[in-house]
């Protein structure tokens, strides 16, 4: 004998769990369940499926792209409006397992787009690190970012160490890299341009790859391999080189270096420090340039 009832933020009536599972008896619920016993009844009649269940594979499919795309189960169920048990026993079903279209459709209707995620709930941090550290590769050192963002001294100290983040930190810093990815760092002092270049160097040093060498920041497994254009100039390396820091250079920037060099006066000892190449490989690289002359 049902003698049950759900609490009140339960759907009652709307859905059958209340009734089926957990063995409500309220009116509603009641109604509910033999509205759809005569819908089964009158289809079985006519001859007609009873069942107006969908698959559950593209659900299945939909929740692995929001996992990938770095929306934990804890945020799809709750812009979903559904249970994080609901999304387990979605993704353990048989993909020829069938669900009500109401829940289908809840999931379905969630976007992977992580700036679509309201503020309070949780995504990835991945996206987060990629963006601070790809700015670094461009000289913008994190000091300035997190001034820019107002974040907090222990949001600092812990943005490398999460795996998650509030929705907000994510779309702020977003918004700021769309900002200034492609725009020169502070440096119109000598202390901001000292800080300037030593993120670039460590940047260097640390391998982490600048904002062209990402197609996707959020999505891509890794950036692009920097096989990239060997033609390619890092302007910023070249600028680096000719005040005397040490910076990696391609076999390209190592010639530009030399020839600016070269036009500031420079001596072929001089330069040889720069390039990291004897001076003798730098007399030889100038030549084009000094016949030219």
Same mark, same amino acid.
């Given at each position: ?126 996206? +987060?690190?990629?963006?601070?550290? &790809? =700015?670094?590769?461009?000289? %913008?050192?994190? $000091?300035?970012? @997190?001034?820019? !963002? ?18 907000? +930190?994510?779309?702020?810093?977003? &918004? =700021?890299?769309?900002?200034? %990815?492609?725009? $020169?760092?502070? @440096?119109?002092? !000598? ?36 096989? @990239? ?65």
């Amino acid at each position: 004998m049902r003698n049950e009832i759900c609490p009140d933020d339960h759907k009652h009536g709307e859905t059958p769990t209340c009734y089926r599972a957990h063995k409500c008896s309220c009116v509603p619920c009641c109604e509910a369940n033999t509205e759809r016993g005569r819908a089964r009844q009158a289809l079985l009649e006519q001859g007609l499926p009873t069942s107006s269940k969908v698959p559950v594979r593209p659900v299945q499919e939909h929740i692995t792209d929001l996992l990938v795309a770095g929306i934990p189960r804890a945020t799809i169920a709750a812009m979903a409006r559904v249970t994080t048990e609901t999304l387990f026993d979605i993704e353990s079903a048989s993909p020829t397992h069938k669900i009500y279209p109401a829940t289908a459709n809840k999931i379905l209707a969630v976007d992977a787009d992580l700036d679509f995620v309201p503020g309070h709930l949780f995504v990835t941090a991945r996206g +987060v690190q990629r963006r601070i550290r &790809a =700015l670094a590769a461009r000289g %913008w050192s994190f $000091e300035e970012i @997190a001034r820019r !963002l107002e974040w907090s001294d222990r949001r600092r100290e812990n943005i490398y160490k999460v795996e998650r983040v509030r929705a907000w +930190v994510h779309q702020t810093l977003s &918004a =700021l890299y769309e900002e200034i %990815w492609n725009a $020169e760092p502070p @440096a119109t002092t !000598l202390a901001e341009c000292a800080v300037r270049d030593r993120t670039i160097r460590r940047a260097r040093q640390m391998g982490w790859a600048p904002p062209m060498a990402w197609d996707d920041i959020d999505a891509d497994e890794a950036p692009d391999a920097v096989e @990239a254009d060997p033609d390619l100039i890092d302007e910023v390396a070249v600028e680096l080189a000719l005040r005397g820091h040490r910076v990696p250079l391609s076999e390209a920037e190592r010639q530009v270096v030399i020839e600016k060099g070269t036009e500031l006066g420079m001596s072929a000892e001089e330069l040889a420090e720069r390039v990291h190449r004897c001076s003798r490989t730098v007399q030889r690289l100038r030549q084009p340039k000094e016949a030219a002359a």
